[in-house]
């Protein structure tokens, strides 16, 4: 198929792209965020490829991936083509729901123009869906390629905006963490991070927006992974992680609880029994190999790359074949 989807979310675009279809990505001149076009720190295949939008009202799509409500008018003006009704469409949605949760409606509620699909069951439970058709493909990654050793006595976190969102990703708990051993904190816009929590910068040192590969080589080399977030979807980097064999030290929230088998190091809502987690996984290296060995096979085996694939593929078939 040709699929058109825009680059909204990097890792999990990169897991989508390894597919065995044509995915095009639109590029524009700034690169902006509706022009982003191909990753330039994720390693992406030949058939992701980028595209003009003067180019996609020539172009052949099979369906349209739409990941923002204001993707449905600009495809439609691209494309010249409405996606749900001249071309079949799949909203994906990458967040929980924001606002009078558990109220909160979907801006794709009430629609039989498309499918809404979701990344977590949390999710798919806790919005309002309305009576549009919903699905759930659960995450799926890439393989790092590296291996956790767990040699330095740190704790590690990967946070985006860790400023703005504070609460959200559970930034005001860091400095609980950073009294046992030094944080290292990756992720976009994590600059200056220490003096926003009032820590020197020997407890707390941020590594801002670092390509992939090379935060995963570093990630790897910290004794424990900590996911403290209160109110996010289900993060990539935690399952990258335990992928690569690191014990995790996590909240008990949203998909976490799913995701994170207690062998794998820690999961609780009280900040005290994770900080006597951390400390054990720190003073008991054998103790953090048991629970990386662990959240590995957990990871490696719900969230491979192929079982991903495969699920896309089926719903992929079925809404194309719906839509003949």
Not at 141 to 168: F, H, K, M, Q, S
Not at 216 to 238: D, I, N, P, Q, V
Request: glycine share 6%; hydrophobic share 45%.
């Amino acid at each position: 198929m040709n699929i058109l989807l825009w680059h909204v979310h990097g890792s999990w675009t990169t897991s989508f792209v390894h597919g065995k279809h044509r995915y095009l990505v639109p590029v524009t001149p700034d690169r902006g965020p509706y022009g982003l076009g191909r990753a330039r720190t994720y390693p992406w295949p030949d058939n992701a490829v980028e595209i003009t939008p003067e180019d996609l009202a020539h172009t052949d799509v099979d369906l349209v991936i739409l990941q923002r409500p204001e993707e449905l008018d600009l495809a439609t003006e691209w494309l010249r083509r409405r996606p749900g009704r001249d071309l079949p469409a799949i909203y994906v949605e990458h967040n929980t729901p924001k606002g009078d949760v558990p109220n909160t409606r979907h801006p794709m509620a009430d629609r039989d123009d498309l499918l809404l699909t979701h990344v977590t069951h949390f999710n798919e439970l806790f919005y309002d869906n309305g009576a549009t058709r919903t699905a759930v493909v659960e995450h799926g990654v890439v393989t790092p390629t590296v291996e956790w050793t767990g040699e330095l006595d740190r704790l590690a976190v990967v946070i985006n905006e860790p400023v703005r969102r504070w609460r959200v990703t559970g930034t005001d708990l860091l400095a609980r963490f950073a009294a046992l051993a030094p944080l290292d904190v990756y992720g976009m816009k994590v600059a200056g991070l220490a003096a926003h929590l009032g820590l020197p910068e020997d407890r707390l040192t941020s590594h801002d927006d670092v390509p992939q590969h090379a935060m995963h080589a570093e990630l790897a080399r910290r004794r424990a992974y900590l996911h403290l977030c209160r109110w996010t979807s289900l993060g990539l980097s935690l399952i990258e992680a335990m992928t690569m064999g690191m014990p995790v030290v996590a909240l008990a929230t949203t998909e976490a609880v799913e995701a994170v088998p207690p062998a794998a190091g820690a999961l609780s809502t009280r900040v005290d029994v994770l900080v006597d987690a951390a400390r054990g996984l720190l003073d008991d290296p054998a103790a953090a190999r048991r629970a990386g060995a662990a959240a590995r096979a957990a990871a490696r085996d719900r969230y491979g790359l192929e079982r991903f694939l495969a699920d896309w593929d089926r719903l992929l078939e079925e809404e194309v074949c719906a839509s003949r």
